[in-house]
């Protein structure tokens, strides 16, 4: 679904952010990037829908080359959570949950079921909160409305950084299973960036463990913990629980 062909990033000021990465997530997978801070996690989703130009090498979803699609529809096609939601103030919950379908033309009654849908998904009743605005809204509230936002259009990769990191545990926590049972029904391709090894356990089908812009393993958790393909998996395993 998402291969990445010999991918560098390398900023402006001389930074290699990314170094010359070959992954590939496959369709329906559940995909946690994992790593140091500043080990590349960010840079590496955000060249996905190229919010961060490639240095070289190429990115194909579907095995077509991104750099031929339309940035503005290549973004639409691919849901983004990141950790402050970016919920528009003046826009109600609905309308918040519409946008996407709105943008990409889809007729109302296409998606004025799916809104409500969305909202009791997660356990939101749409009568009460669908007319509300996002600071009648606590942050788990608001972070569950992002994750639904991002799935309005039914893009079939949804890339998450760091979503539920500014939340209490036990809101985390109550949203990490909504997003399971979430993926469980709608079976999306998702990219999670995470520096937390029980989220990235919990959650990944598979995980990838990054290290100064390098992939340094992308297995299943259970073959992680049973065979870390170094030190330095062995030691970030071991210090991140
Ligand atoms: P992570 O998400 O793992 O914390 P990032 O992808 O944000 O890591 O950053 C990887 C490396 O690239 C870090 O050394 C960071 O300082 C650097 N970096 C990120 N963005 C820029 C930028 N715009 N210009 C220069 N260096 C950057």
Redesign the pocket.
């Known amino acids: 679904m998402i291969r990445f062909e010999k991918i560098t990033?390398k900023?402006?000021?001389?930074?290699?952010?990314?170094d010359n990465v070959n992954l590939t997530v496959e369709s329906g997978e559940f995909a946690v990037?994992i790593?140091?801070?500043?080990?590349?996690?960010?840079?590496?989703?955000?060249m996905i829908n190229r919010l961060?130009p490639i240095s070289s090498g190429k990115i194909y979803i579907d095995g077509e080359d991104t750099d031929k699609i339309n940035p503005i529809e290549l973004r639409r096609n691919i849901g983004y959570v990141i950790q402050q939601i970016g919920l528009f103030p003046h826009m109600t919950v609905g309308e918040n949950i519409a946008l996407v379908p709105r943008l990409k033309k889809w007729p109302e009654e296409k998606y004025a079921g799916r809104v409500d849908e969305l909202l009791d998904l997660v356990g939101l009743n749409p009568k009460e909160y669908k007319n509300r605005f996002p600071n009648q809204l606590s942050g788990g509230q608001q972070q569950r409305i992002g994750v639904i936002r991002a799935l309005a259009a039914e893009p079939p990769i949804i890339l998450m950084?760091e979503p539920f990191g500014a939340l209490d545990p036990i809101t985390r926590e109550q949203l990490q299973n909504e997003l399971l049972r979430l993926q469980d029904a709608v079976k999306k391709t998702i990219v999670f960036?995470t520096?937390d090894m029980d989220e990235a356990l919990k959650l990944g089908d598979r995980i990838c463990i990054?290290k100064a812009?390098r992939v340094v393993q992308f297995d299943s958790s259970e073959k992680i913990l049973r065979e870390p393909a170094n030190d330095f998996v062995e030691e970030f395993i071991g210090r991140e629980r």
């Open positions: 990033k900023f402006a000021d001389g930074t290699v952010a990314v990037l790593g140091p801070s500043g080990s590349g996690k960010t840079t590496t989703m955000k961060i950084d960036v520096h990054m812009g």
